[in-house]
């Protein structure tokens, strides 16, 4: 591992000095989690489109092993020698990153903090409220279950802030409808292939299973392989608004998502950096609204990420 870390932070070493050579390019160094979740892809892309409108570059950060804690300090370290203008942070643990964090601070290299919050100073946080969104996805299904039905419930990381209050947000919908019986909960750490082993797994156990609880897309559609796989049923929920996702609503064999837009805290966090770099006015946080996307709205999300414009700033700042 120590020789992996090694190369990929060499890489990005000729890569930020090479892209440094510009006079008055400014070099925004974005940390995100892993490259197997399509919404960090989503994340990355909306950063790209920023930077580029305003004549910076985004360099990427990203663990070659997903949320890897070792990788992402490793990289911090990196960037404390390159000293870019700003950063934007996704930490892959919000506990064992908060003194890497503190180096940054420390080093007098402004940062934006995005999507998991974190002790540490920042020019500004932006995210979505986690635990409302658990909270309205869980209420969405349990109001189609009409309050009754046996449910399995997929975590994701237990050391990402995200699924702590995802899961809050689930404790809270379990408490107001007592009809839901939760057969059992498994990690799937955002993973499709975690979570197609917890699915089946669950269906081994448990000849009915009425519904699926997935703290996102990506488990969902690993809960949904498996269950094809085994020729059953059941209705299925996430988190994210994943284009694969959202195509699987199209068809019906997901039910619904809820919209925490990676693409957009992307952009906005970028758009937040760039205006920090130009002496512009930023809110303490930025908080995006998210938005349930089932078989009534589906369509405004079909349409792929990198085709899709960033929003303007008053549009997220209102």
């Known amino acids: 591992m120590r020789y992996l870390v090694t190369a990929v932070l060499t890489g990005l070493a000729v890569l930020f000095a090479h892209h440094a050579e510009a006079a008055d390019e400014k070099i925004i160094a974005v940390f995100t989690k892993n490259s197997t979740n399509p919404a960090y892809d989503a994340f990355r892309l909306g950063a790209d489109q920023i930077a580029q409108a305003n004549g910076a570059k985004a360099v990427h950060y990203v663990p070659k092993k997903p949320d890897n804690i070792d990788e992402q300090k490793a990289m911090v370290e990196q960037v404390l020698k390159d000293k870019p203008d700003i950063v934007i942070f996704i930490p892959v643990d919000d506990v064992a990153m908060i003194d890497s964090v503190k180096k940054l601070n420390d080093a007098k290299i402004p940062v934006v903090l995005a999507s998991n919050p974190l002790p540490g100073s920042f020019v500004t946080y932006v995210g979505a409220d986690d635990y409302e969104i658990g909270y309205r996805q869980a209420r969405y299904l349990f109001d189609k279950l009409g309050g009754k039905g046996k449910i399995v419930v997929i975590e994701g990381v237990p050391a990402a802030p995200t699924n702590r209050e995802r899961l809050r947000g689930y404790k809270r919908a379990f408490a107001e409808y007592p009809g839901i019986q939760v057969?059992?909960?498994?990690?799937?750490?955002?993973?499709?292939?975690?979570?197609?082993?917890?699915?089946?797994?669950?269906?081994?156990?448990?000849?009915?299973?009425?519904?699926?609880?997935?703290?996102?897309?990506?488990?969902?559609?690993?809960?949904?392989?498996?269950?094809?796989?085994?020729?059953?049923?059941?209705?299925?929920?996430?988190?994210?608004?994943?284009?694969?996702?959202?195509?699987?609503?199209?068809?019906?064999?997901?039910?619904?998502?809820?919209d925490f837009n990676m693409f957009k805290i992307g952009c906005t966090a970028t758009r937040a950096a760039v205006r920090y770099l130009k002496h512009e006015p930023l809110p303490e946080k930025v908080m995006l609204p998210a938005e349930v996307i089932d078989k009534t709205n589906y369509k405004a999300w079909l349409t792929p990420v990198n085709e899709r414009a960033c929003p303007q700033w008053a549009e997220v700042t209102q």
Do not use: C, W
Request: proline share 4%; glycine share 10%; aromatic share 2%.
């Open 183 to 258: 057969l059992g909960s498994g990690l799937g750490n955002y993973q499709q292939p975690d979570a197609k082993r917890v699915m089946q797994k669950f269906l081994a156990e448990h000849p009915q299973i009425d519904a699926v609880l997935s703290a996102n897309d990506g488990m969902a559609l690993g809960a949904l392989e498996a269950l094809k796989e085994a020729n059953r049923t059941s209705i299925v929920v996430g988190i994210n608004g994943i284009l694969p996702a959202v195509k699987e609503i199209e068809t019906g064999a997901i039910l619904a998502t809820v």
